[in-house]
């Protein structure tokens, strides 16, 4: 019977201790507080020998170095050996005192040096358990914490908590007290600590970035240019207006009018058109693209970057470059009113819009101004005198395009909606198709194309860009299909990806024998990786073949897709905080397709965002179905989003 209620209890006989037995003839009671111990709670308290007593003892033990039996202690410390004053000096043996130790029945006092080390661990002990206290309240209140007013420990367990929420850490890895105080804190699951809710806990406590991206940290882009490739820029900076090596022999087109076309917030402008004109109606056509390689020397260090980042990085928050920006949007760009560095590919094409003529030359330029594709599209439709030239463009474009589209080129242009941050906000970018933007479009082809056929004549080895051949749904299928996004998801499923090599390669969805692309060459390596090679060849000089030109491509082409990776993620992350902000909305979509029948899940359009979303949709849709979605769960950090579509 354990206890002052005398619960029962079964023990191994090894852990009794018998401190008194009973008199002689008494029958065993079931309650210490009846006869014959008569022993309370209240009684023990009072009975419980002071702290004064006990050092006596403790005096008296370490000078006698005998042990002491049990009786004898409690008439020391106590008075009396009866069973409650047994019980009280047990009870005292047994708790967190210092002084003795309990062995065999019998006290002994504890060694000095013993008794100073067991008070420094219990000291020890004591500011670790305040340590743990104050941290885990710190968590619990869930309030900023300036990293100066942290101790050192809490800065380590908060950089612990960063690298497993961005997964450089498991949870295996976490100091034994840090799981301990997030499993106290419940944030976590069976399945262990739940990363979503660490990130919640780190943004309460300002010491994670709510639109952090994991796939970003640690890559080349996280950490900017170092302040030696930024003194390198300035250094071309102060060379760009120098004369060096190879301008004199370019061509001088800085007279010809010609213009570019962009987005107002591009600042790193990639390239031009102009309209030479050569009889009624006909004129040969020229694409400008900038020309970086004038200043940035083949495995420089700024070229070395650049082949590490393989491309710029457009990201809801802004723009991680390629080069650095003093350059991108400085010389490197094709500016209004500056001469600038280019390369120049002409074209003229016959009546049916076939390459014609081409050439190729490095030269000089100097934009006569810039316009957004709004503006474009206006001077277009409206066509004044003094813009002919650009209503000419637009024609022989136009021309172009139906040539590819007989070829079997594939035209898919549906209006794109993004979410970019603003101010600090989520916002809903939507960019419509318009004539000046598939003008731009067909031109960038265009260079492409005319870059692939110069290779292919002349034996040059480039990244050409291909796909293979898709069998896409029969005519009468498709026909039956409502024209615009529903139609295009029925082919886009039967579109393989596309390739690179240093093979030409028939490109199917574009139409064309041989393809490159080489007018971004301030925005992706690769096009810089073309202009180098056409450089070399139109100098004399020796450029890659083939088999040394592949590690390079496959090193850029690692580096684009981890740029990829991380697009990616931005955009769901922002699309997640967008429909965090407009989780009570609704919004009239369109059913596509399925993507995963077994699970209802569906790819749908909704014209009004301009994007196609998976959702949960109901069972036996069809394409062209009308549906209602709405947003059942988002969580951004988390990185949760679930939609759903009802039938309307």
């Known amino acids: ?121 219990r000291h020890r002990l004591r500011l670790q358990e305040a340590r743990e206290r104050r941290w885990l309240a710190l968590l619990k209140a869930r309030e900023p914490l300036p990293w100066a007013t942290l101790q050192p420990l809490e800065q380590d ?53 709510p639109h952090h991206l994991t796939s970003l940290a640690g890559t080349t882009w996280s950490n900017g240019f170092s302040d030696e490739l930024e003194q390198e820029a300035q250094r071309l900076l102060e060379l760009a207006d120098h004369s060096l090596p190879g301008d004199a022999l370019r061509l001088d087109l800085t007279a010809q009018r010609c213009v570019t076309i962009d987005d107002d917030d591009t600042r790193d402008i990639d390239d031009a058109l102009a309209f030479e004109p050569q009889g009624p109606g006909e004129g040969r056509l020229w694409i400008h693209v900038a020309d970086p390689g004038r200043l940035v020397a083949w495995d420089s260090p700024l070229d070395q970057e650049a082949r590490r980042r393989g491309s710029s ?190 093979a030409p390669a028939p490109h199917f969805s574009l139409g064309l024998p041989a393809y490159v692309q080489a007018t971004s060459p301030i925005r992706r390596y690769g096009d810089l990786l073309v202009q180098r090679q056409l450089a070399a060849w139109k100098g004399g000089a020796a450029p890659l073949s083939a088999p040394e030109l592949e590690p390079l491509l496959e090193a850029v082409d690692g580096a684009v897709r981890e740029g990829i990776a991380i697009s990616r993620e931005d955009n769901r992350h922002w699309q997640q905080v967008w429909f965090e902000a407009h989780r009570s909305g609704q919004w009239r979509a369109e059913f596509l397709r399925w993507l995963r029948p077994q699970d209802r899940l569906g790819l749908v359009r909704v014209e009004e965002l301009a994007m196609d979303l998976a959702a949960e949709c109901p069972p036996r849709q069809e394409p062209g179905g009308a549906l209602l979605l709405r947003v059942q769960l988002v969580d951004s950090l988390r990185d949760q989003l679930r939609l759903v579509a009802s039938a309307r």
């Open 157 to 209: 367990r908060i950089a612990q908590l960063q690298q497993l929420a961005s997964g450089q850490r498991v949870e295996a890895q976490l100091e034994p007290a840090l799981r301990r105080s997030l499993t106290a804190l419940h944030l976590g699951t069976e399945q262990g600590i739940d990363r979503g809710q660490v990130r919640h806990l780190l943004v309460d406590l300002q010491h994670w970035d």
């Open 313 to 502: 990085l457009y990201l809801a928050q802004g723009i991680l470059p390629m080069f650095p920006e003093a350059l991108s949007t400085g010389p490197f760009s094709l500016r209004a009113g500056v001469r600038c560095a280019a390369w120049s590919t002409w074209v003229e094409l016959n009546g049916d819009g076939a390459i014609q003529a081409c050439g190729l030359e490095r030269s000089w330029v100097r934009p006569t101004y810039r316009l957004s594709y709004a503006d474009a599209d206006d001077l277009i439709e409206l066509a004044p005198p003094q813009e002919a030239d650009l209503a000419a463009l637009e024609r022989l474009l136009e021309r172009r395009r139906q040539w590819r589209l007989r070829q079997g080129a594939l035209q898919m242009d549906v209006a794109e909606g993004r979410i970019r941050c603003r101010d600090g906000q989520a916002r809903l970018e939507i960019t419509e198709t318009g004539t000046a933007r598939a003008m731009v479009a067909e031109a960038m082809i265009l260079a492409g194309a005319v870059a692939a056929q110069l290779a292919v004549e002349h034996g040059l080895a480039l990244p050409f860009r291909s796909q293979l051949p898709a069998e896409l749904p029969p005519a009468a299928e498709l026909e039956a299909l409502p024209d615009g996004p529903v139609r295009f998801a029925a082919i886009k499923r039967c579109l393989s990806r596309g390739l690179m090599g240093t």
């Open 1 to 121: 019977m354990v206890g002052f209620d005398g619960r029962e209890q079964s023990l191994p006989l090894r852990q009794i201790e018998r401190l008194s037995p009973l008199p002689p003839g008494v029958e065993p009671s079931r309650r210490l507080g009846a006869l014959p111990w008569a022993i309370s709670a209240e009684a023990l308290q009072a009975e419980r020998p002071g702290r004064r007593a006990l050092g006596a003892a403790w005096l008296l033990l370490l000078e006698s170095a005998t042990p002491m039996p049990l009786e004898e202690f409690a008439d020391l410390v106590c008075g009396h050996h009866q069973p409650l004053q047994l019980a009280c000096c047990w009870l005292e043996l047994q708790g967190e005192q210092l002084l003795f130790r309990w062995r065999h029945g019998e006290v002994q006092a504890r060694p000095l040096n013993d008794l100073r080390s067991l008070r420094r661990d």
